[in-house]
């Protein structure tokens, strides 16, 4: 938290901002958000933001879900401009971006649909994650002889090997 009088640069954002990346890599890497929970309501942003207050008939985590479309954002990220490393997508650009706009009961249910199968998808990751570290430390407990395989569990290897 800083007094206002304080900042020297920045966007301003207000809660339910959907704030949009738009400099090399961070666009084409997704990086973007939707401010929530913020103190007061309001605040300022890098200037390395587009924030976007959707308006309407169209749902800030629809748009927010649109716009993490691989296609979406390489179209975008083909129209930054500047110098190689320093580019950045022209506010022109993500004005003039045509939005294909269901009622807001489809967006509301493509949203809710898309957020379930994401949070799924971070779940199955760190379930992978957990079982990999699972394996890495057994297979090192058991390269260094601190845990031994039970001796009917190698006996059975031991039998299967014998014609």
Not at 45 to 53: H, K, L, N
Not at 109 to 125: G, S
């Amino acid at each position: 938290m800083k007094p206002i009088e304080k900042i020297r640069s920045g966007v301003f954002v207000t809660e339910g901002d959907l704030l949009l990346a738009k400099i090399t890599p961070c666009l084409e890497n997704g990086k973007q958000g939707i401010v929530k929970d913020i103190p007061g309501g309001w605040g300022y942003a890098s200037t390395e933001v587009f924030p976007i207050r959707p308006k309407g008939e169209i749902l800030t985590e629809y748009l927010a879900l649109y716009l993490l479309q691989a296609e979406v954002r390489q179209n975008l990220a083909s129209k930054m401009e500047g110098t190689t490393g320093r580019q950045r997508l022209p506010k022109a650009v993500v004005v003039s971006l045509p939005i294909p706009l269901p009622p807001l009961s489809e967006q509301h249910e493509i949203a809710r649909i898309l957020q379930t199968v994401d949070r799924r998808i971070e779940a199955e990751e760190a379930y992978a994650r957990a079982a990999q570290e699972l394996f890495r430390s057994l297979l090192h407990e058991l390269m260094t002889a601190k845990r031994r395989l039970p001796a009917e569990f190698v006996a059975r290897f031991q039998q299967e090997e014998q014609p």
